[in-house]
Protein backbone atom coordinates (compact mmCIF):
# COMPACT_ATOMS: atom_id res chain seq x y z
CA UNK A 1 0.00 0.00 0.00
CA UNK A 2 3.51 2.08 0.48
CA UNK A 3 3.82 4.86 -2.46
CA UNK A 4 7.58 4.92 -1.09
CA UNK A 5 9.52 2.19 -2.19
CA UNK A 6 12.86 1.49 0.43
CA UNK A 7 14.81 -1.20 0.71
CA UNK A 8 14.29 -4.29 3.23
CA UNK A 9 16.95 -3.83 4.56
CA UNK A 10 21.00 -2.64 4.68
CA UNK A 11 23.56 -4.22 7.08
CA UNK A 12 27.33 -2.99 7.92
CA UNK A 13 30.07 -3.59 10.80
CA UNK A 14 30.23 -0.96 13.63
CA UNK A 15 32.15 2.12 12.20
CA UNK A 16 30.61 2.08 8.81
CA UNK A 17 28.25 3.71 6.57
CA UNK A 18 24.73 2.82 4.91
CA UNK A 19 22.98 4.60 3.10
CA UNK A 20 18.81 4.19 2.76
CA UNK A 21 17.21 5.26 -0.57
CA UNK A 22 13.62 5.92 -0.62
CA UNK A 23 11.98 6.50 -4.02
CA UNK A 24 8.47 8.17 -5.08
CA UNK A 25 7.09 9.93 -7.70
CA UNK A 26 6.33 13.76 -8.92
CA UNK A 27 3.35 14.15 -6.67
CA UNK A 28 4.87 12.88 -3.15
CA UNK A 29 8.66 13.43 -2.89
CA UNK A 30 8.99 15.30 -6.27
CA UNK A 31 6.89 18.02 -4.45
CA UNK A 32 6.97 18.01 -1.02
CA UNK A 33 9.93 17.53 1.72
CA UNK A 34 10.80 14.26 3.15
CA UNK A 35 11.41 13.21 6.17
CA UNK A 36 12.51 10.27 8.04
CA UNK A 37 11.86 8.34 11.31
CA UNK A 38 13.74 5.77 13.43
CA UNK A 39 11.82 3.12 15.06
CA UNK A 40 13.79 1.23 17.60
CA UNK A 41 12.20 -2.48 18.47
CA UNK A 42 9.19 -1.98 21.17
CA UNK A 43 9.17 1.62 20.62
CA UNK A 44 7.03 4.77 19.00
CA UNK A 45 8.71 6.05 15.67
CA UNK A 46 10.94 9.07 16.38
CA UNK A 47 11.45 11.75 13.71
CA UNK A 48 14.75 11.88 12.65
CA UNK A 49 15.18 14.35 9.81
CA UNK A 50 12.75 16.70 8.14
CA UNK A 51 13.14 18.84 5.19
CA UNK A 52 14.85 16.77 3.68
CA UNK A 53 18.42 17.61 5.49
CA UNK A 54 17.59 19.23 9.02
CA UNK A 55 18.00 17.86 12.25
CA UNK A 56 15.94 17.86 15.22
CA UNK A 57 17.60 19.13 18.37
CA UNK A 58 19.67 15.93 19.66
CA UNK A 59 19.79 14.23 16.82
CA UNK A 60 23.66 13.68 16.05
CA UNK A 61 24.85 14.41 12.90
CA UNK A 62 26.13 10.98 12.17
CA UNK A 63 22.46 11.07 10.50
CA UNK A 64 21.75 12.91 7.24
CA UNK A 65 19.32 13.19 4.41
CA UNK A 66 19.09 14.63 1.18
CA UNK A 67 17.18 14.82 -1.99
CA UNK A 68 16.92 14.55 -5.49
CA UNK A 69 13.98 14.38 -8.00
CA UNK A 70 11.44 11.97 -6.88
CA UNK A 71 14.29 10.37 -4.67
CA UNK A 72 15.44 10.72 -1.32
CA UNK A 73 18.41 9.20 0.89
CA UNK A 74 19.26 8.55 5.05
CA UNK A 75 22.78 8.22 5.15
CA UNK A 76 24.09 7.05 8.94
CA UNK A 77 27.56 7.47 9.36
CA UNK A 78 29.35 5.53 12.56
CA UNK A 79 27.01 2.70 12.38
CA UNK A 80 26.48 2.00 16.69
CA UNK A 81 24.72 -1.02 17.81
CA UNK A 82 21.99 1.35 18.89
CA UNK A 83 21.40 2.01 15.38
CA UNK A 84 19.50 -1.28 14.70
CA UNK A 85 16.15 -0.12 13.99
CA UNK A 86 13.50 0.28 11.35
CA UNK A 87 13.41 3.17 8.87
CA UNK A 88 11.05 5.07 7.47
CA UNK A 89 10.70 7.69 5.25
CA UNK A 90 7.90 10.15 4.50
CA UNK A 91 6.20 12.77 2.68
CA UNK A 92 2.69 14.39 1.63
CA UNK A 93 1.49 13.09 -1.57
CA UNK A 94 -0.20 16.33 -3.37
CA UNK A 95 -2.00 14.48 -5.46
CA UNK A 96 -3.72 12.51 -3.18
CA UNK A 97 -4.06 14.85 -0.65
CA UNK A 98 -2.80 12.33 1.97
CA UNK A 99 0.39 11.76 4.17
CA UNK A 100 2.45 8.76 2.96
CA UNK A 101 5.16 6.14 4.21
CA UNK A 102 7.89 4.36 3.01
CA UNK A 103 7.78 0.50 2.84
CA UNK A 104 10.93 1.11 5.90
CA UNK A 105 14.11 -0.79 6.09
CA UNK A 106 15.72 -2.74 8.68
CA UNK A 107 18.78 -2.04 9.68
CA UNK A 108 21.37 -4.32 11.10
CA UNK A 109 24.74 -3.40 12.34
CA UNK A 110 26.76 -6.79 12.08
CA UNK B 1 7.39 19.74 26.22
CA UNK B 2 4.55 18.40 23.95
CA UNK B 3 3.24 14.59 25.06
CA UNK B 4 0.73 12.60 23.00
CA UNK B 5 -1.12 9.50 24.59
CA UNK B 6 -3.59 6.75 22.61
CA UNK B 7 -6.26 5.65 24.72
CA UNK B 8 -9.06 2.97 23.81
CA UNK B 9 -9.75 -0.63 23.78
CA UNK B 10 -6.89 -3.21 23.52
CA UNK B 11 -9.29 -6.25 22.03
CA UNK B 12 -12.52 -5.41 19.92
CA UNK B 13 -14.28 -7.94 18.04
CA UNK B 14 -15.54 -7.96 14.20
CA UNK B 15 -17.82 -5.67 12.51
CA UNK B 16 -17.54 -3.22 15.93
CA UNK B 17 -17.01 0.53 16.35
CA UNK B 18 -13.56 1.71 17.13
CA UNK B 19 -13.09 4.59 19.28
CA UNK B 20 -9.64 5.74 20.29
CA UNK B 21 -8.73 8.76 22.45
CA UNK B 22 -6.09 10.92 21.38
CA UNK B 23 -4.83 13.21 24.94
CA UNK B 24 -2.02 15.80 24.15
CA UNK B 25 -0.42 18.37 26.39
CA UNK B 26 2.26 21.31 25.59
CA UNK B 27 0.34 22.46 22.75
CA UNK B 28 -2.94 23.68 21.24
CA UNK B 29 -4.94 22.60 18.55
CA UNK B 30 -6.56 25.74 18.30
CA UNK B 31 -2.82 27.45 17.34
CA UNK B 32 -3.15 28.08 13.33
CA UNK B 33 -1.05 25.16 11.43
CA UNK B 34 -1.12 22.74 14.10
CA UNK B 35 -2.31 19.44 13.15
CA UNK B 36 -3.05 16.19 14.92
CA UNK B 37 -2.32 12.81 12.64
CA UNK B 38 -3.31 9.10 13.46
CA UNK B 39 -0.80 5.89 12.17
CA UNK B 40 -1.16 2.52 12.79
CA UNK B 41 1.20 -0.52 12.35
CA UNK B 42 0.29 -3.94 12.03
CA UNK B 43 2.36 -6.38 13.91
CA UNK B 44 5.75 -6.40 11.70
CA UNK B 45 4.37 -4.27 9.15
CA UNK B 46 4.78 -0.98 7.77
CA UNK B 47 3.65 2.21 9.21
CA UNK B 48 0.48 3.47 7.75
CA UNK B 49 -0.78 6.68 7.80
CA UNK B 50 -5.26 7.24 8.77
CA UNK B 51 -6.23 10.65 8.91
CA UNK B 52 -5.17 14.25 10.05
CA UNK B 53 -7.06 16.87 11.75
CA UNK B 54 -5.88 20.75 11.54
CA UNK B 55 -6.20 23.44 13.96
CA UNK B 56 -9.53 24.98 11.63
CA UNK B 57 -11.51 21.77 11.44
CA UNK B 58 -9.78 20.64 7.97
CA UNK B 59 -9.64 17.04 7.60
CA UNK B 60 -8.02 14.66 5.23
CA UNK B 61 -8.30 10.39 5.41
CA UNK B 62 -6.48 7.76 3.63
CA UNK B 63 -8.80 7.25 0.78
CA UNK B 64 -8.35 3.21 1.24
CA UNK B 65 -9.90 3.45 4.89
CA UNK B 66 -11.73 7.20 4.16
CA UNK B 67 -15.76 5.24 4.43
CA UNK B 68 -15.14 3.99 7.91
CA UNK B 69 -12.80 6.56 9.65
CA UNK B 70 -14.10 10.07 11.68
CA UNK B 71 -11.59 11.91 13.01
CA UNK B 72 -12.50 14.82 15.43
CA UNK B 73 -11.25 16.94 17.80
CA UNK B 74 -12.51 18.59 21.26
CA UNK B 75 -9.99 21.57 21.78
CA UNK B 76 -11.14 22.37 25.37
CA UNK B 77 -10.12 19.07 26.58
CA UNK B 78 -6.80 18.64 24.42
CA UNK B 79 -8.18 15.41 22.63
CA UNK B 80 -8.35 14.38 19.31
CA UNK B 81 -10.64 11.13 18.63
CA UNK B 82 -10.73 8.95 15.74
CA UNK B 83 -13.58 6.05 15.26
CA UNK B 84 -13.29 2.96 12.89
CA UNK B 85 -16.45 1.32 11.87
CA UNK B 86 -16.47 -2.55 10.67
CA UNK B 87 -13.53 -3.84 12.29
CA UNK B 88 -11.84 -6.19 11.03
CA UNK B 89 -9.04 -9.02 12.07
CA UNK B 90 -6.65 -6.93 9.50
CA UNK B 91 -6.81 -4.01 11.33
CA UNK B 92 -5.15 -5.91 14.19
CA UNK B 93 -2.34 -3.04 14.96
CA UNK B 94 -0.55 -0.61 17.16
CA UNK B 95 -2.30 2.83 16.87
CA UNK B 96 -0.29 6.01 17.26
CA UNK B 97 -1.45 9.83 16.99
CA UNK B 98 1.52 12.27 16.25
CA UNK B 99 1.94 15.77 16.24
CA UNK B 100 2.03 17.94 13.05
CA UNK B 101 4.00 20.96 13.40
CA UNK B 102 2.65 24.16 12.12
CA UNK B 103 3.60 24.65 8.69
CA UNK B 104 5.48 21.74 7.91
CA UNK B 105 5.17 18.37 6.82
CA UNK B 106 6.39 15.84 9.20
CA UNK B 107 4.97 14.47 12.56
CA UNK B 108 7.52 15.23 15.22
CA UNK B 109 6.11 14.12 18.29
CA UNK B 110 4.44 10.51 18.45
CA UNK B 111 2.48 8.90 21.17
CA UNK B 112 3.51 5.30 22.62
CA UNK B 113 1.12 3.80 20.55
CA UNK B 114 -2.33 1.35 21.67
CA UNK B 115 -2.46 -1.88 20.60
CA UNK B 116 -5.87 -2.92 19.29
CA UNK B 117 -6.68 -6.49 18.86
CA UNK B 118 -9.47 -7.62 16.77
CA UNK B 119 -10.86 -10.71 17.34
CA UNK B 120 -13.97 -12.72 18.04
Known amino acids: QSVLTQPPSVSAAPGQTVTISCSGSSSNIGSNPVSWYQQLPGTAPKLLIY???KRPSGIPDRFSGSKSGTSATLGITGLQTGDEADYYCGTWDSSLSVYVFGTGTKVTVL | QITLKESGPTLVKPTQTLTLTCTFS??????????VGWIRQPPGKALEWLAL???????RYSPSLKIRLTITKDTSKNQVVLTMTNMDPVDTATYYCAHRPAGWVYFDYWGQGALVTVSS
Open chain 2, 53 to 59: IYWNDDK
Open chain 1, 51 to 53: DNN
Open chain 2, 26 to 35: GFSLSTSGVG
